[in-house]
C-alpha cells in the first residue's frame, strides 16, 4: 500500500500562506484506512494495587487475614482485647487461617485500617459481612463504627445483637450514610461480651458502586471516560507469576470466581503484595461488559518467572484456556457456561481476543531461567486447540519485548495479531511516528498492547511523555489497517505503594486524577472517526540532526465520520508555529477546538495540582475553507468541524 498521501512533506513555501506558517491542506473525500473498531482499549493488571486498594471497592484490607503468616496486617486491638492468628477451625479449604479474638475485661475492640484509609464517598450506604464462630454459643451487640482516619472521632456507626455458634455463620450490617459525610477512615468493630470468638473473610463494599458491580465509581467513570473499544487483562507479569517458595504464584482464574469465602487468593509475587482475588476473572468479564469492551484475556502457556511447565505436559494449561472461553461464552448448558449463569450472569460476556502467552517470545530462550523457552511450539499446541473448539477466537501472540525496536513473529505458525510492547523516552516515541508505514500489509495485524514513556517523565509523568505518545499514537491511527488496537500500560496506581512508574491515573482513599497522558488517551480515542482521510503537509519540516530523519514542527492524523471531521495537531516542540488548515471542496463550521498545553514540557498533575495540565476547550468563531490557528509549544490540539460539501467536493 502506498503510505506517501498521507504526510507529504514539500520543503518550498506556498504563496497562499506566510513563509514559515505550517499549512496542511486537508482532503476530506479521498480516503485513507479504515479505523480499527477496535482501535483504542485498555489493559488491566493487578499492579500498584490497582484493584485491591483500587478499583475493586472492598474497603477491608486483610480481609481473610492471610496476608502474613507471622503478623496481623492491617488489623490492630484496642481495650486489653487480644488477637491472634489461627488455623484450628477453618472455615473451609479456601481459607488457611483466620482471626481469633480475645477480650478477658470487656467486650472485644478492634480496628482494620483499609488500603491506606477507607474512602468515604458521601453517596452511599455501606454493607459489612463477615463469618464468625464461637467455641461456645453466646449473644452478644455487635456495633461497626466508621471511624476517621487520624482523630478516630465516630463518623458512621451501627449495631445489631448476633449470636455466635459452634459453626462458621455470615453475618450482615448496614451502616447508614448519615449526612453524606467523605473523607478517609477506619472500621472499628466492637462486642459487648467477653467472650472470645474467631473472625473471617470481613468485607465491607459502599452500596453504590459503578453499575451496582463492586467498582469504584470514580475510577470507573475515569475507564469510560477512555471509550475503549476492548478490554485487555489480567496481565501483564501477573499472568505469569514467579516461582518462589515451593509455589508458582501465577494467576489461575479458576480459583478467582464464585463466593468470596471461596476465594482463597495468592500471592501477587511479581509486584509484591498479596491480592484476594475478590476482583477476579467474572469481574473482569464484568467490567468489560459495563465499559462496552471487548474482553481480551491473557493465558499463561506454561512459562513464568523462574519456572516452566514442560511443552510434553500441558494439557491442564491448554484445558484452562478452553475453560476460560467456556466460562465467558458457552451456553448455560455446558459446564463452565452453567457457572458463569450461577455467578449471576446467564448471557455470554462475548470474549473475542486470546492473549497466547504475555511477554514470553524474547531471545536467547533456551533454559528454565527464561520465561521465553520454546514460546513459539507452546503457542502452536495452545492455537491449534483454541482454534479447532472456537474457530472465530482471535489468538494474539507474542514478539519481542525487549532488545529490539523491531520485533518480529520469528516461526511459520498461524496467527491473528502480533503483540508488541514499548516502554521508550518522548524522543523514542515522536521518532516513531512513521514506524508502521512501511510495515508489510500482507503479514498480521499489530496490537501495541503496551507502551509507555517510561525514560524522563518526570515524577507522575509529564506533558513531554503525554506529547510522545500522543505523536506515535497518530502513527497507529494513520495506520489503522495494520494496527488495529492499542493499549497504554499500566492505568492505575496508588499513589501510596508504587510498584512502576508512571501510570496514568493516580490515586488513594480521598482523590483520583488523571495525567497529561490520561488525557492523551481520552482524547484520541473519543475524538476518532471511521475512515481516516489524506492530506499533503508544506513548511512543516524540521531541520534535521546529524545522524537522524528530519522530525516535524508538527504531527498530524485526521479522520471523518460522515461530515464530522477531527484533527490532531501535536506540536512536541519548544517553538509556537503559525498553521492553515484548508479543507479542499469543503466549507468547515461549528469549529470546536480542545488543547491542552502548559509553559513547560515538564510539567505535570500532582496530588497537590491535580489539574494543572488538562484540556480546555472552546468553540473556533473561524469557518470556511481556510482555518487559521496558532499551534503552541508543548501542545496537543483536537479540532473537532463539520463539513458543507463545495463545489469541489468529490466524496467517496
Request: glycine share 8%; hydrophobic share 35%; aromatic share 12%.
Amino acid at each position: 500500500m502506498n503510505k506517501t498521501f498521507f504526510s507529504c512533506i514539500c520543503l518550498l513555501a506556498s504563496t497562499l500562506y506566510a513563509v514559515g506558517q505550517v499549512h496542511f491542506t486537508l482532503h476530506p473525500d479521498v480516503y485513507g484506512a479504515n479505523i480499527s473498531e477496535s482501535q483504542y482499549g485498555i489493559f488491566f493488571e493487578e499492579i500498584n494495587h490497582a484493584a485491591d486498594g483500587g478499583l475493586w471497592s472492598e474497603m477491608v484490607s486483610n480481609r481473610s487475614f492471610e496476608d502474613s503468616q507471622n503478623k496481623i496486617e492491617n488489623w490492630s486491638s484496642r481495650n486489653a482485647t487480644k488477637i491472634s492468628l489461627s488455623s484450628k477451625r477453618l472455615m473451609n479449604a479456601a481459607q488457611q487461617q483466620y482471626l481469633h479474638v480475645a477480650s478477658p475485661s470487656g467486650g472485644a475492640n478492634i480496628v482494620n485500617d483499609g488500603y491506606w484509609g477507607m474512602r468515604l464517598d458521601g453517596q452511599s450506604a455501606y454493607t459489612l459481612t463477615f463469618f464468625a464462630r464461637a467455641d461456645a454459643a453466646f449473644s452478644t451487640t455487635l456495633t461497626a463504627r466508621l471511624i476517621d482516619y487520624n482523630t478516630s472521632e465516630v463518623l458512621l456507626s451501627a449495631s445489631k445483637d448476633v449470636k455466635f455458634g459452634k459453626t462458621w455463620m455470615k453475618y450482615t450490617l448496614t451502616i447508614p450514610d448519615g449526612a453524606h459525610i467523605t473523607g478517609k477512615a477506619r472500621l472499628q468493630l466492637q462486642t459487648t461480651s467477653k467472650k472470645a470468638f474467631d473472625l473471617d473473610v470481613v468485607s465491607l463494599m459502599p452500596a453504590e458502586t459503578y453499575k451496582g458491580h463492586g467498582c469504584r465509581k470514580d475510577l470507573a467513570q475515569m475507564l469510560e471516560d477512555l471509550k475503549p473499544r476492548f478490554m485487555r487483562f489480567p496481565g501483564g507479569c501477573y499472568v505469569e507469576g514467579e516461582y518462589a517458595n515451593g509455589e508458582r504464584n501465577r494467576f489461575e482464574w479458576k480459583k478467582t470466581i464464585g463466593k468470596i469465602e471461596e476465594r482463597p487468593g495468592h500471592w501477587n509475587i511479581n509486584w509484591h503484595y498479596r491480592s484476594s482475588d475478590a476482583f477476579g476473572f467474572h469481574e473482569m468479564l464484568q467490567l468489560s461488559e459495563d465499559l462496552g469492551a471487548v474482553p481480551l484475556f491473557v493465558v499463561n502457556v506454561g512459562l513464568g518467572h523462574k519456572w516452566y511447565q514442560d511443552i510434553d505436559d500441558l494439557d491442564e494449561f491448554i484445558q484452562e484456556a478452553l475453560d476460560a472461553i467456556e466460562y465467558a461464552n458457552g451456553a448455560t448448558t455446558t459446564t463452565w457456561g452453567a457457572k458463569r449463569a450461577a455467578n449471576g450472569h446467564p448471557e455470554s460476556f462475548g470474549l473475542k481476543y486470546i492473549e497466547i502467552g504475555d511477554e514470553n517470545y524474547n531471545y536467547h530462550a533456551h533454559n528454565n531461567n527464561d520465561q521465553s523457552y520454546q514460546y513459539a511450539e507452546r503457542y502452536w499446541k495452545f492455537y491449534q486447540a483454541i482454534k479447532a473448539a472456537y474457530p472465530d477466537i482471535v489468538c494474539i501472540g507474542n514478539v519481542q519485548s525487549w532488545g529490539t525496536d523491531n520485533p518480529s513473529w520469528r516461526n511459520d505458525y498461524p496467527v491473528d495479531l502480533l503483540d508488541e510492547h514499548y516502554y521508550r523516552s518522548p524522543s523514542w516515541f515522536v521518532q516513531n511516528y512513521e514506524k508502521y508505514d512501511t510495515y508489510d500489509r500482507s503479514g498480521p495485524k499489530i496490537y501495541p498492547g503496551e507502551y509507555a514513556v517510561t525514560q524522563n517523565f518526570g515524577t507522575t509523568g509529564n506533558l513531554a511523555a503525554a506529547l510522545g505518545e500522543a505523536v506515535y499514537m497518530q502513527g497507529m491511527e494513520r495506520n489503522s489497517d495494520i494496527v488495529t488496537m492499542a493499549s497504554y500500560a499500566p492505568i492505575f496506581v496508588n499513589e501510596n505503594d508504587q510498584k512502576w512508574k508512571p501510570d496514568m491515573i493516580r490515586f488513594d482513599a480521598t482523590h483520583s486524577y488523571g495525567t497529561p497522558s490520561y488525557y492523551v488517551q481520552k482524547l484520541m480515542s473519543q475524538k476518532l472517526g471511521t475512515r481516516n482521510i489524506t492530506w499533503t503537509e508544506e513548511g512543516n519540516a524540521m531541520q534535521s540532526e546529524e545522524g537522524k530523519s528530519a522530525q516535524r514542527r508538527v504531527y498530524a492524523s485526521a479522520s471523518r465520520e460522515g461530515n464530522k471531521l477531527y484533527v490532531k495537531l501535536v506540536n512536541p516542540n519548544s517553538e509556537n508555529f503559525a498553521t492553515m488548515l484548508t479543507t479542499q471542496g469543503y466549507t468547515a463550521s461549528g469549529i470546536v477546538l480542545t488543547q491542552m498545553t502548559a509553559e513547560s514540557d515538564a510539567a505535570e498533575n500532582t496530588a497537590e495540582n491535580m489539574y494543572r495540565v488538562v484540556p480546555v476547550e472552546k468553540a473556533l468563531s473561524a469557518c470556511g475553507t481556510n482555518i487559521q490557528l496558532d499551534i503552541p509549544a508543548y501542545s496537543f490540539n483536537v479540532l473537532e468541524m463539520n463539513l458543507t460539501p463545495g463545489e469541489s467536493s468529490n466524496d467517496k
